[in-house]
């Protein structure tokens, strides 16, 4: 045997231990979904609070049951200052799983840690990926593998001023943020990329001269995508008013009607 022939041999060993080790992986996540599917979610009394998780139809609260089970089994939420309690994290996975509650196996793979502060941080750097930040309060951040709340921001939000919400906020930049990119394209228009692209473009110039939508917006696309996308889903009528070919696009890559919601 030539070593030419050896080589494909050892090539075709090589492929064969690739393939089963990656047939191996794949078995066992799907052994890992169906016994999360098993296990109760344990989670329903947190989520009747809010009123979107009341609105949706059945077949909704169950995936995104699911999918919440998911996210608080495999991300790291880190109290700091403060002590956190069960509905402190459902309710944040709840609003991080809201966006994506089409895609039933997405589970924000670049994310790693939830960081909770009890008060709004003073942010002092300039620059974050790309996001321009002065010296200021936050109620947020998002950085790829970890994400900020302030929860006195987010709890306010969430069961008073209820226009506004720092959690979907930060999780529409981390879906921004999937190919490393802060443009203000999420990972879910990849596919659609250049008309999701022009029609952001266009509609951000059009609220610029506008201002119809809260100012935070205008602080560049990747800001505006995140502050529209807390419109699409609490205040769907201003933005399809204003901004139809951007409710129309959101309404494609979420594959939700947030009327409903
Ligand atoms: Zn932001």
């Given at each position: 045997m030539d070593n030419f022939f050896k080589l494909i041999i050892f090539l075709w060993i090589l492929f064969f231990i690739f393939l089963i080790y990656n047939i191996f992986d794949v078995l066992k996540f799907k052994k890992y979904l169906q016994k999360l599917k098993k296990t109760p979610c344990n989670c329903k009394k947190e989520l009747e609070k809010?009123?979107?998780?009341?609105?949706?139809?059945?077949?909704?609260?169950?995936?995104?049951?699911?999918?919440?089970?998911?996210?608080?089994n495999e991300k790291i939420f880190i109290p700091k200052y403060m002590q956190i309690n069960n509905e402190i994290k459902i309710l944040i996975a709840f609003y991080a799983c809201?966006?994506?509650?089409?895609?039933?196996n997405f589970c924000y793979p670049g994310l790693k840690y939830i960081y909770i502060y009890p008060h709004t941080i003073i942010k002092k750097h300039i620059e974050q990926n790309g996001i321009v930040r002065k010296e200021m309060l936050i109620s947020g951040e998002s950085i790829g593998e970890s994400v900020v709340i302030a929860w006195d921001e987010a709890k306010r939000e969430i069961f008073h001023y209820k226009k506004r919400n720092v959690i979907i906020h930060e999780f529409a930049h981390e879906l921004d943020f999937e190919n490393g990119m802060v443009d203000g394209i999420p990972v879910f228009a990849y596919k659609n990329y250049d008309k999701f692209k022009e029609i952001l473009n266009k509609s951000y110039e059009k609220a610029q001269k506008e201002h119809i939508i809260d100012e935070y917006a205008f602080t560049n696309k990747a800001e505006f995508f995140a502050v529209t996308t807390e419109y699409f889903f609490l205040k769907p009528k201003t933005l399809k008013?204003?901004?139809?070919?951007?409710?129309?696009?959101?309404?494609?890559?979420?594959?939700?009607?947030?009327?409903?919601?």
């Open positions: 809010t009123d979107i998780y009341n609105k949706l139809p059945q077949e909704l609260k169950e995936i995104l049951e699911f999918k919440i089970k998911r996210f608080l809201l966006p994506t509650i089409a895609y039933k008013i204003h901004y139809p070919l951007l409710y129309s696009e959101y309404k494609k890559i979420f594959k939700i009607d947030p009327e409903i919601l």
